[in-house]
């Protein structure tokens, strides 16, 4: 582990403008905010002063209340944006949003759009650092990192690691963060869907694909699985989600015939008994409420990260450990 990110990041708009090292710092410093995390005050003055932003244009539950925890640990204060009480139903365009924001004093902000691009083309807009919190079907770069580190602390690395995706790859933008993630940090990864559920290509990608879940799973060391996204699909892409679950979906029987140390995941929301059977949901191989866990701490790190002292420095986990001994003197 070479300890820091080649390079002070500016924004975190995808898993590359990380790269390995980055992921690396990112994994060190969730560390440290674990361990803040488990407190009874679990709360450190590192962001004291600085002002995190939260807009999004589509609806989250994790993403949204992950981030706003973790600035307020972070001693953030936070401003919540809605777009069902905002000037968008009066026709405000998304740069006269970003450029208000801004000038209210604001030093991050998070960006959810349905829109694939919108957090870069905000990026361009503003001063203030920008997290892509999920666009379109392009990058969801904090849920890969903090996938990257559930993995990292169930089973200790994901070099060599199989890894399996399995579902709805064409619309996951959480899918496409994730490869680039785990192939990064040594990761062998196979897309498992119908050829209607995966993109129209696959040039460039580092993966390998199967149709075949009963083939594959066996010899995995995580499933990944992903959610139908009905809201996104303009056709119908697979013939009944009955059909989908007897052939991809991860029941109760195929559960059984994993490795007894293989790791079932998820991003949420689920669609229990089409993906995932409930039963299986629940069972301790079940890392998806590590998950949910790991983000804040997660989320944090990246925010330290980017606003927790200027360009000519960069971060490490001493810095958070510090900052932590200075809260409980």
Request: hydrophobic content about 45%.
């Amino acid at each position: 582990m070479t300890g820091a990110p080649a390079r002070p990041v500016r924004h975190l708009l995808s898993i590359d403008d990380l790269g390995a090292d980055g992921i690396d710092e990112v994994m060190r410093l969730t560390d440290a905010f674990v361990e803040v995390s488990r407190r009874s005050i679990p709360k450190v003055p590192a962001l004291r002063g600085k002002t995190v932003a939260s807009l999004f244009f589509e609806d989250s539950t994790r993403t949204r209340l992950s981030f706003e925890t973790a600035a307020k640990r972070l001693s953030a204060d936070t401003m919540s944006f809605s777009v069902s009480t905002s000037s968008v139903r009066k026709g405000e365009s998304l740069r006269d949003t970003a450029l208000t924001i801004e000038a209210m004093g604001v030093d991050c902000i998070v960006v959810r759009h349905r829109s694939s691009g919108a957090p870069h083309r905000v990026a361009s807009w503003v001063d203030a650092a920008v997290v892509n919190a999920g666009d379109g079907w392009h990058e969801h770069p904090t849920q890969a990192l903090l996938d990257c580190y559930t993995i990292r602390e169930r089973l200790g690395s994901l070099a060599g690691r199989r890894v399996l995706i399995v579902g709805d790859v064409k619309h996951s933008r959480v899918a496409r963060s994730d490869i680039a993630a785990f192939t990064a940090l040594g990761a062998d990864v196979t897309l498992v869907a119908p050829p209607t559920l995966l993109p129209p290509t696959l040039e460039g990608w580092p993966v390998s694909v199967s149709h075949d879940l009963d083939a594959v799973a066996p010899d995995a060391d995580v499933i990944y699985l992903l959610r139908i996204q009905q809201e996104r699909m303009t056709e119908a892409l697979v013939p009944s989600l009955r059909e989908y679950t007897a052939r991809y979906g991860l029941t109760v029987r195929r559960a059984a015939r994993l490795r007894d140390d293989a790791l079932v995941m998820h991003p949420g929301p689920m669609n229990r008994g089409v993906e995932i059977a409930p039963e299986v949901a629940d069972l301790p191989r079940s890392a998806i409420i590590d998950q949910v866990r790991n983000g804040v701490a997660v989320r944090m790190a990246v925010l330290y990260l980017l606003l927790g002292a200027g360009s000519d420095k960069v971060l490490t986990a001493d810095d958070v450990m510090e900052a932590a001994v200075g809260e409980s003197r």
